[in-house]
C-alpha cells in the first residue's frame, strides 16, 4: 500500500500536459487551468468542452496521437485517456524523463494523484483516500460542500489583510493567539459583508498578543502557510480595511453581436486584471482583455453550470479584495434579468468599490434585429419585459398575467421558449386577443439569428416547428406585425438563398 504526501504544488505559468481529449480529460484541463497552468492537450479527438475553453485560457490543443516529444518541458503530465495501454505508455515515458505523471485509473502509474476538492476561494480542502476509493473521497467532499461555509472564502482574504497590516506595523502576533481570533463571530461577520467590522475585531484580539514573535513555519498545520512577504511601502497609516483592494466593474457585453457591446464595456474588459464571463458573452470580446488577464468562465454550457451564483458572488469578491480590477462581463444588459444586482449587492455588502456600464439589453435589441420597434406611435406607447422562467400554470407565481393581457403595449419575453405555449395561452385565457401579432427572435445580432413571426394562438407551434431553441426573445403586440416591413436582416433568408445557390 502507498503512502502518499500531501503537497499543494504552484503549477502557476508551468506547462502541463493532459493526453485525452474526452470528459475526463476535461475536467483535468479545468483544474489545471483554474490554478494558472499553460495547458496542453494531445488527444485525436477533442470534446467541445475542453475545445471551448481555447480562446481564452493558454492552452495548446493538438489533435493527434500522443508523441514522447510532448513531454518535452512538460511539469507534470495527466495520462487521462479512456486507453489504460495507452495511459501506462505515457507513464512510462514521462517517468523515464523524470516528469510527473497521473494516469487516470491506474494507481501504479502515478506518481501524483488529483484530490477531490472542496473549494471557497484561496481555501482548499483537498480529500484524498491513497487512490483506494475515489467514491469515498467524492462522497466526503460531498459532505463538506454541504458544511463548509462560503464565508471562508472571504475570511481567508480579510486575515491575510490584517497578517500583512500586523506586519506592516511590526506587530507579531502567535499562533495561539491567532487561533483563538479566528471564531464563529468572525466569520458571521464575514459571511454578513461586514469585513471591516471582522477586521477591527480581528486587530482588538490579536493587539492582545503584541511582540510575541510569530512562529515561522510552512505548513498548512502551523501559523504560516506563505511565503513571507517582503515590508513593502504602504504607509503604516493606511486605514486598516480594504485600502488597496481592487474593484468590480459590472459590465454589459450586448446580444451577441461584439460591435454592441459601450465603449466603456470595452474599455473595461481591456483595463481587467480579471474577467468573468457568461454563456451569452461574444467571445470575440474577450480578445480586447490583455494578455495576461485572467478569464473565468461562469455560465451554463450543455447544462453543466460552471460556477453558482454563490460561487460567483465569492469570485467576485474574494479577486477584488486580493486586489485585482474584475469584469464581471454579462450578456445584454447586467441588471436586466442577469442577476447583476445580486452581484452589486454581494460586492457592496462585502464594501468592495463598483461601477455598473449598462448594456444593449436583449429585450430590445433581439426586436430591433427582427425590424420590431418596441414602441410605435399609434400601436404601442409602453412595453413590459417579462421572464418566461416562471411557469404560468404553477399557482403562487409573481407574474400577474390578467393585468399583463390587460395592459396593451407590447410585451417582450426573455427566457420563454419552453413555457412559450403555456403562456401564450395563458395570455389568451386572461382576455389578450388570440389574433395579437406575435413574433420570435432566436440569438438575435449574431450569425445564428432566426426569426418567426405569427400571432398569439400559433406563435408556440410555429416556433416549435422552426425548432427554434434559446436564446431566444418573444414579442407580443401589434408592433410584431411590423416585422413583415422591417425586418432588415434575414440572416435565415440569405442563408436559405446561399444554399439554394450552392446547390
Ligand atoms: C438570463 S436572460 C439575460 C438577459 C440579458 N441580461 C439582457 O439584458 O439581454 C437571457 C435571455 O435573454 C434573451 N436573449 C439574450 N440574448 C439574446 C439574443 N441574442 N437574441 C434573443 N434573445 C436573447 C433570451 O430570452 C435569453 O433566454
Request: net charge negative; glycine share 10%.
Amino acid at each position: 500500500m502507498t503512502s502518499y504526501f500531501p503537497v499543494a504544488l504552484n503549477i502557476e505559468g508551468r506547462r502541463c500536459l493532459v493526453v485525452g481529449g474526452g470528459a475526463v480529460a476535461a475536467r483535468k484541463v479545468d483544474a489545471l487551468l483554474s490554478a494558472g497552468a499553460l495547458v496542453a492537450v494531445v488527444a485525436p479527438e477533442i470534446v467541445p468542452a475542453i475545445a471551448e475553453r481555447a480562446p481564452f485560457h493558454t492552452i495548446e490543443l493538438h489533435r493527434r496521437g500522443f508523441e514522447p516529444g510532448d513531454l518535452a518541458d512538460v511539469f507534470l503530465v495527466v495520462a487521462a485517456t479512456n486507453d489504460s495501454d495507452v495511459n501506462a505508455g505515457v507513464a512510462a515515458q514521462a517517468r523515464s524523463r523524470r516528469v510527473l505523471v497521473n494516469a487516470a485509473d491506474d494507481p501504479a502509474n502515478c506518481d501524483f494523484i488529483l484530490p477531490a476538492v472542496v473549494r471557497r476561494g484561496e481555501v482548499q480542502i483537498a480529500i484524498t483516500t491513497g487512490a483506494r476509493s475515489p467514491a469515498l473521497a467524492r462522497h466526503l467532499r460531498e459532505r463538506l460542500e454541504d458544511r463548509v461555509p462560503r464565508a471562508y472564502g472571504l475570511l481567508v482574504e480579510v486575515l491575510a489583510r490584517v497578517r500583512d497590516e500586523l506586519r506592516r506595523e511590526g506587530v507579531r502576533a502567535d499562533p495561539a493567539s491567532w487561533q483563538e481570533a479566528i471564531d464563529d463571530e468572525v466569520l458571521d461577520q464575514v459571511g454578513r459583508g461586514d469585513l471591516e467590522g471582522a477586521i477591527v475585531l480581528l486587530r482588538t484580539r490579536l493587539d492582545r498578543s503584541a511582540d510575541v514573535p510569530e512562529e515561522e513555519d510552512r505548513t498548512d498545520s502551523g501559523a504560516g502557510d506563505d511565503p513571507e512577504p517582503a515590508p513593502d511601502a504602504v504607509h503604516p497609516e493606511a486605514p486598516l480595511s480594504v485600502s488597496d483592494m481592487g474593484r468590480v466593474i459590472l459590465a454589459g457585453a450586448g446580444p451577441g453581436d461584439p460591435g454592441l457591446i459601450t465603449v466603456a464595456g470595452q474599455r473595461a474588459i481591456a483595463e481587467a486584471d480579471v474577467v468573468v464571463y457568461d454563456r451569452l458573452v461574444s467571445a470575440s470580446l474577450l480578445n480586447a482583455a490583455r494578455g495576461d488577464a485572467r478569464l473565468i468562465f461562469a455560465g451554463k454550457a450543455r447544462g453543466r453550470s460552471a460556477l453558482s451564483q454563490t460561487e460567483i458572488n465569492e469570485l467576485l469578491c474574494v479577486e477584488a479584495l486580493a486586489g485585482q480590477v474584475v469584469v464581471r462581463l454579462k450578456g445584454g444588459d447586467p441588471f436586466v434579468f442577469g442577476r447583476g444586482g445580486e452581484e452589486a449587492l454581494a460586492v457592496a455588502r462585502a464594501g468592495i468599490p463598483f461601477t455598473v456600464i449598462p448594456g444593449v439589453t436583449a429585450a430590445v435589441a433581439a426586436p430591433a434585429f427582427a425590424g420590431i420597434p418596441v414602441t410605435h406611435r399609434g400601436l404601442a406607447s409602453a412595453f413590459t419585459v417579462i421572464t418566461g422562467h416562471e411557469d404560468p400554470s404553477k399557482p403562487g407565481g409573481s407574474i400577474d398575467w390578467e393585468a399583463l393581457a390587460r395592459l396593451g403595449g407590447t410585451l417582450v419575453l426573455l427566457m420563454g421558449v419552453e413555457t412559450l405555449s403555456r403562456i401564450t395561452k395563458e395570455l389568451i385565457a386572461h382576455g389578450l386577443d388570440p389574433e395579437t401579432p406575435a413574433a420570435v427572435v432566436q440569438a438575435g445580432s449574431t450569425q445564428d439569428q432566426r426569426i418567426v413571426t405569427g400571432v398569439l394562438a400559433d406563435i408556440a407551434e410555429r416556433a416549435r416547428a422552426e425548432q427554434i431553441r434559446a436564446p431566444a426573445t418573444t414579442v407580443v403586440g401589434q408592433v410584431a406585425a411590423l416585422a413583415d416591413q422591417l425586418a432588415w436582416r434575414r440572416l435565415d433568408r440569405l442563408n436559405a438563398a446561399v444554399r439554394a445557390g450552392a446547390e
